[in-house]
């Protein structure tokens, strides 16, 4: 093997080694989890959403936050998200939901996954109407 062969299979394999890792951090991942509760105000304190995974104990938290111009994703509605989650809290808190996102929940570096949306049935996602307020 020549070393011109040993560049280019090193070459390949670093590229494909970042390639995964590229892929790991800002590929589309989507979770089962039931949303417990919101926090944030989107200015001084970043959106939080807190769910436990589906059938588990296990809490996973989502941040929430605009990605801007970061492709494929494009997100600037975090504060609607966010709305959307704090009315699946109230509504259906025991419904499983399908929260669709990216990145990787580390610990020790305070990485969150971001949320991009929200699949909940419709029933979850409107807003109570007066007459359910009044318990009619």
């Known amino acids: 093997m020549t070393t011109k062969n040993k560049v280019v299979i090193g070459v390949v394999a670093v590229a494909v080694i970042a390639l995964a890792l590229i892929y790991m951090r800002w590929g589309p991942k989507a979770w089962e989890v039931q949303i417990t509760g919101v926090t944030g ?7 939080r959403i807190e769910t436990v995974e589906a059938g588990t104990s296990d809490t ?4 929430n936050e605009d990605a801007g111009f970061t492709p494929p994703y494009f997100k600037w509605d975090s504060a609607r998200l966010q709305s959307i989650a ?35 049935p419709e029933r979850c996602r409107m807003a109570p109407s007066d007459a359910e307020q009044r318990g009619i």
């Open 86 to 120: 704090n009315r699946i809290t109230k509504e259906c808190p025991q419904e499983p939901v399908i929260v669709h996102g990216y990145g990787l929940r580390i610990p020790w570096l305070s990485m969150f996954p971001n949320a991009v949306s929200i699949d909940a």
């Open 60 to 63: 996973l938290i989502f941040k």
């Open 41 to 47: 105000d989107g200015q001084e304190v970043q959106y």
